[in-house]
């Protein structure tokens, strides 16, 4: 009985010998593994606006929400890194650039929303390092007419991104109406905005009287609005006289700030 127990007693003592051998290989592996490339990327905002001109009823141009990052700090330990790369998560492809060449990637978002990206740096042994970041998108409309008696409905689509996290929280809008001084008409007309949802259901309205040489603004605000289509009419009642006015309107979508913290160059040591 006395051996029995002694070879059990060594075969215990052989086990956890072996376990702890074997977790402390695994732990040196990934630690080696994880420190191979050292991702290290500067960006100096995480939220970006699209910016919608319009004039006198006509789309003039379009700029996306561009995001730039600077991976030139990134190195691996096992050679050397070959390529960087952002995934959007916007639905569009993965988006990567030679580090021999560049070591700046760019970005512009064509669609607002909340997106989860993802950074990643590889090296020419195929070890790679990763990074998600959240971004946040807005759009901007903005719309203007001149010499107007009947201006141009003014729209912003506030459907997000299929990939977006989030929608909008809210719909703002800012819209001024100038009745320019006239040498020769001193007339005051009546401006009446309204803003419609995407199922043309009124969801607010404003009316104001413009003197000559004088300009009104209405400002409002959509908390949680359907993310669809809306509109913003805007009538004029010049009580048949011909004085003309200029319209700007501005809309834009506005997301909850769970954005990333972005993540500047440090100033250099002086």
Known sequence: MPKVTIRASGLIILMLIGMSAGCLGSGEEDYEEGSLVDLVV???????????????????????????FDFRETH????????FSFTPGDGTDTVSIDAAENSVLTYAYQTHGIFEAT???????????????????????????TGTQNPSDATIDLAPDDDSLEFPAQLKLKSTVENPDSPFFSDTVQVTWTLKNGSGI?????????????????????????????????NIDAGGNSEDVNVTSELWTVYEEEESEPNPEPPSPE
């Open 42 to 68: 500067y960006y100096d905002s995480t939220n970006a606006t699209i910016m919608e001109i319009h004039n006198n009823g006509q789309q003039t141009s379009r700029d996306g929400a561009e995001f730039s």
């Open 76 to 83: 691996s330990d096992n050679g050397d890194i070959v390529t």
């Open 119 to 145: 950074l990643m740096a590889e090296d020419d042994d195929n070890n790679t390092a990763s990074q998600d970041l959240t971004l946040r998108v807005d759009l901007h409309h903005r719309d203007s007419q």
């Open 202 to 234: 009124e969801m607010a309205t404003e009316s104001e009287q413009v003197g000559d040489g004088q300009s009104a603004t209405w400002e409002n605000q959509q908390n949680t609005p359907e993310a669809a289509v809306w509109t913003l009419e805007i």
